[in-house]
């Protein structure tokens, strides 16, 4: 029998300040079994251009993989590989560090509103050191599907009703879903048994399992315990969140600012590195 997945914790994001001084919401950052294989998730939301001007300059990454999503606002990204462009409303940047990336992400607009999504996926010891891929996907790019009971799923990664996200081939077969549900509606979705699962709430609320015991609203982080799959009901509101699963690495961590390795011997040798200018391994 399916088993629909229980809620681990329930937590609100807090307020803190990365890059060059911007002003943010994080929903987690930190290692935790019950995340891995993801580290962090930043929610950068604000209409004062004060809170992200700044942005992100010149910084490196190691040993992870960093997936931008806009909803509203455009980002310029430069980076080591010899890409740059715009981010902009709707499309992902899927960044695979690996062996190393430098790279700044600085913003396009200086006024108006600006949201969007940070999430850091870690890589297992056997791909931390891989070539680093870089993935520029296109709003236009991200399928839409949608169900009977007025759910609108976008597939960023994964699989939903036969259709695949733009994004695959990624070594902790991430699930990356923004949905959007109606009100007096019900979302149920398998994910693999063993994998790692976390909702984020952007707007509305409603209820995260079957106890439905508490109505969850936005700026909160859901993350479940394991099972077949989840069970999500509204009721008067609508309701939108993003859906992230994966399988876990369940590897030691150690991380330090943009580098996440498994060794502090690793890490050390990472900023060694970066200070010797021989970071960056592979030129294209
Ligand atoms: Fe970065």
Known sequence: MSEVRKIYSVQKSSATMEGA???????????????????LLDDFGSDNPDDYLAGFPWHPHRG??????????EVLHEDSLGNSGTIQSGDVQWMTAGSG???????????????????????????????????????????????????????????????????????????YLDI???????????????????????????YFD???????????????????????????????FLLISGKPINEPVAWSGPIVMNTQEEIKVAFEEYRDGTFIKNQQ
Not at 110 to 116: A, D, R, V
Not at 181 to 203: C, D, Q, V, W
Request: glycine share 8%.
């Open 21 to 39: 001084g911007v002003r943010l919401k994080r929903a987690f950052g930190q290692a935790h079994p019950k995340l891995d294989p993801f580290l």
């Open 210 to 240: 079957l106890k439905k015991k508490q109505k969850i609203n936005k700026k909160n982080l859901v993350i479940f315990e394991d099972g077949d799959e989840i069970q999500i009901t509204t009721e008067d509101s609508k309701l939108r």
């Open 101 to 175: 990336i430098v790279h700044q992400e600085l913003p396009a607009r200086f006024e108006g509103l600006m949201s969007g999504f940070q999430l850091w996926a870690n890589l297992p010891a056997s791909h931390k050191m891989m070539d680093p891929r870089y993935r520029d996907v296109k709003k236009a790019e991200i399928p839409v599907v949608t169900t009977d009971d007025f759910v609108e799923m976008k597939i960023i990664c994964g699989e939903v009703k036969g259709v695949k996200g733009p994004v695959q081939d990624v070594v902790t077969e991430p699930e």
């Open 180 to 206: 959007t549900m109606n009100h007096h509606s019900t979302f149920n979705h398998p994910i693999k048994r063993g994998h790692n699962a976390f909702t984020y709430i952007l707007e509305g609320e409603g």
């Open 64 to 73: 992870i993989e960093t997936i931008t999503y806009m909803l509203q606002g």
